[in-house]
Each structure stands twice: as structure tokens, then as C-alpha cells.
């Protein structure tokens, strides 16, 4: 009697533990990415490298400043919008984050007379604290039976 008193007893914690909610983890890498990048981001560095056929053809420093200018800027929102700021002017795109990646999205507009398409493009957020932002892209192209790669690093400050 007292065997079939422990089995029962060892049966009913059994499924009392076992049948508990597990708590899923919480991936709070999405939620602090977007508050971490809202506000303005100065560019300091914009290096783009470029390749044709797998060979190194041309290196850009279309930007290096050693001192903060206020015309070149990035501006993220907390809603997903945002604002970017260079010598041609400023215009707005959206973005969405999702763990490491940042995809932008450029609405069509009319530049000088000239129409741009919409378009969007996705970095790679490599550095992100409280006030240093690096993004990463890699875009590749095809044209005339060349292969050409452009690899761009884009190095901000937050004050």
C-alpha cells in the first residue's frame, strides 16, 4: 500500500513539473537596437571600396572629417523614419532593424529636375553604443560582363 502511496505521489509531481509553462527567452537584442540608434549621428568617415572582377579598382573616401559637420547627418526616429543630411540637400527614408541588419527604404523623388526611383538598401550595423555607430554594405552589380562590388563602411558619432 505504501509503494502505490509513493508511485502516485511520484506521478503527480512528475506531472505537475513537467507540465508547467516554460517562459520562452527574451531576445531584447531587437528592442535596444532601435533606442540605441534613435537621434542624430554625425558622419566622420565614409569609405567606399570598389571592385571589378574580384580586383580592387578604386578606393573612395567620400567623407573624412576630423572635426563634426553639421550638414552631414543621419537622423533615426524611435517610429522608423528618418532623415538623412548632405552638401545636396536632405531627404527622408524609413527603416526597420532586425538583429544585426538595418534596411533603409528611399521613397522616389525628383533630384534637380532628374527622377530617382524608390529603393531600398540593407547594412550591417557593426558597432552600436551610446554615441559610435558603424554600418557596413555590400552591393554587387552586373553590367558589360563585369562584376563590380562596392563595399562602403560608414563611421558616426552621436553627441
Known amino acids: 500500500?505504501?509503494?502505490?502511496?509513493?508511485?502516485?505521489?511520484?506521478?503527480?509531481?512528475s506531472i505537475y513539473l513537467f507540465s508547467c509553462k516554460k517562459s520562452q527567452p527574451s531576445n531584447n537584442?531587437?528592442?535596444?537596437?532601435?533606442?540605441?540608434?534613435?537621434g542624430k549621428w554625425y558622419y566622420m568617415q565614409d569609405t567606399v571600396l570598389e571592385y571589378k572582377n574580384g580586383v580592387l579598382s578604386q578606393v573612395i573616401n567620400q567623407l573624412s572629417n576630423p572635426a563634426i559637420d553639421p550638414v552631414y547627418y543621419e537622423q533615426f526616429n524611435a517610429d522608423g523614419t528618418g532623415i538623412s543630411s548632405n552638401e545636396s540637400g536632405s531627404g527622408s527614408f524609413t527603416y526597420t532593424v532586425k538583429d544585426n541588419k538595418i534596411t533603409f527604404n528611399y521613397p522616389a523623388e525628383n533630384v534637380g529636375g532628374i527622377s530617382q526611383p524608390a529603393y531600398s538598401e540593407q547594412g550591417t550595423i557593426k558597432i552600436l553604443t551610446a554615441n559610435r555607430l558603424e554600418l557596413f554594405y555590400d552591393d554587387s552589380t552586373t553590367g558589360n560582363g563585369d562584376v563590380i562590388r562596392d563595399t562602403e563602411a560608414a563611421y558616426y558619432i552621436k553627441q
Open 1 to 13: 500500500m505504501k509503494t502505490k502511496l509513493i508511485i502516485a505521489a511520484v506521478m503527480a509531481c
Open 29 to 38: 537584442n531587437t528592442n535596444t537596437i532601435p533606442s540605441l540608434l534613435s
